[in-house]
């Protein structure tokens, strides 16, 4: 489905914004029908009650919505999402005194409440159309909501129909769609070229890997890497079935920056977008790499393997090499890394990891403005001598249960040189509990934080 505003000029059927605090002033200035109906139907402005208000003919002539109290704001988003997900199909507008973050917000929750999918089952439903609130930028919100939309297609999607392949096509989908450019490096082609790591993690499965490169625009240069396991067994060191079964969305880190630089391009950012995506199928067979064994990346580094089933930052070492060799003004790297990060912060907070106290600050101003929460996590550099083993350089999986995500994070940053500034986020790419705007199932992280940060960042 695709996200849309009704048409300006339409006649629309008011939502109104009711707070909490100040509830009982609000209502005794109303007429006296509609306090007996608000009375009749229990409303108090509690966040997320909506009230439909019939007319004379018992047509609803206005909607009233629930905003609870500040703390309710804090910890609930997209609270016009619930409005949008409840009412029937027609048009409406937006009528409260909200600053202008809170009204866009309230715009971009009403585009997110139409997302469905329905590629296997069901049947997309006619939606409730909002009508673009003063103020917003339009194209803006629906840009982001497109990213969005196909970030959650692209995890939703199940590995029968989502592998390496099926991941260059959409990329080659959303490169068509914005005039970009792609080029894509795929199976033992990728030992000539010298991507011995992505080959390596790859080679097991009958799904050839490979590397998606895609570049756009004009302007400061900002490379996006996404970790694209489109399903992970574990290879050798097998998962448990019980930590397998989410394993289609292993490729959200590869989604989310597609989700992104969609946004970038639909709105025209004034950058030089480079979008890496190492694609692979983490398989067992007969040639798949082994728990002892040794490997070089593109950068010359040896890596000692001692989980196969930390293979992510296999792929994404020798694709953050490549990025270094002409370096950016900005990488982010975007990942499902570590269960670690999902002990520390759970599925909702998107942790990441900078030296760069200047980015960190844009992107969580960003992350505050926008409402997509992100959370700085320490580059302990202490910690690098549990990702040397003596016998290589580099070791993927460290033994012990202390401090995984650091470790995986302080592992990526020795194949990025020579850039002025790197992000690497460690991402859950899944909601595992329907909210407003958001249902269970694929989500983007970070992406809408990132986004709004960029220009920011770039003119640090």
Not at 107 to 125: E, Q, S
Not at 361 to 384: F, I, K, T
Request: hydrophobic residues 45%; aromatic residues 6%; negative net charge.
């Amino acid at each position: 489905m695709t996200p849309r505003f009704a048409d300006p000029d339409s006649r629309a059927i008011p939502v109104r914004i009711v707070p909490k605090a100040g509830f009982d002033d609000w209502l005794g200035r109303q007429d006296e029908p509609l306090r007996d109906w608000v009375h009749a139907c229990d409303f108090t402005g509690a966040a997320g009650q909506v009230l439909r208000v019939p007319g004379p003919d018992l047509s609803v002539a206005r909607v009233l919505l629930g905003w609870g109290n500040h703390r309710d704001h804090t910890r609930k988003r997209f609270q016009m999402a619930r409005a949008a997900a409840t009412l029937a199909p027609g048009t409406y507008s937006l009528d409260g005194d909200l600053t202008a973050n809170a009204t866009e917000e309230a715009a971009l929750g009403w585009l997110l409440a139409g997302y469905r999918f329905t590629r296997y089952a069901g049947k997309d439903r006619d939606v409730p159309l909002l009508r673009v609130p003063r103020g917003v930028d339009a194209a803006r919100l629906i840009a982001i909501a497109e990213g969005e939309f196909l970030t959650r297609d692209l995890i939703n999607t199940p590995s029968s129909d989502m592998g390496p392949a099926e991941l260059e096509a959409a990329t080659r989908d959303l490169a068509a769609r914005h005039g970009a450019d792609i080029q894509v490096t795929t199976g033992d082609a990728l030992l000539d070229a010298n991507f011995p790591l992505i080959h390596t993690v790859g080679r097991a499965s009958t799904r050839a890997p490979r590397l998606i490169e895609l570049t756009w625009g004009e302007g400061p240069a900002v490379t996006l890497v996404g970790k694209g396991v489109c399903f992970d067994t574990g290879g050798l060191n097998l998962k448990p079935g019980a930590s397998m079964g989410l394993m289609k969305k292993d490729m959200g880190g590869a989604a989310t920056v597609l989700g992104l630089a969609h946004m970038i391009m639909a709105t025209g950012l004034k950058v030089r977008l480079r979008v890496l995506i190492p694609a692979v199928e983490n398989a067992v067979s007969g040639n798949a790499f082994r728990p002892g064994d040794i490997l070089t990346a593109r950068n010359g580094m040896t890596v000692e393997i001692n989980n196969t089933d930390a293979e992510g930052r296999l792929v994404l070492a020798d694709a953050l090499a490549f990025a270094s060799e002409d370096p950016p003004e900005l990488t982010i790297c975007m990942a499902t890394l570590t269960g670690a990060a999902r002990v520390a912060l759970g599925p909702d907070l998107a942790p990441y990891y900078t030296d760069d106290d200047a980015l960190a600050m844009a992107l969580s101003h960003g992350a505050a403005r926008v409402r997509d929460p992100v959370w700085r996590m320490p580059l302990h550099r202490p910690y690098e001598a549990m990702i040397e083993p003596g016998i290589a350089d580099l070791d993927n999986a460290p033994s012990g249960s202390f401090a995984g995500s650091v470790t995986a994070a302080l592992f990526l940053d020795r194949f990025v040189k020579d850039t002025p500034r790197f992000a690497h986020f460690d991402i859950y790419g899944w909601n595992p509990t329907a909210a407003p705007g958001r249902p269970k199932g694929g989500i983007g992280m970070g992406a809408r934080a990132i986004f709004d940060a960029l220009p920011g960042i770039l003119s640090i």
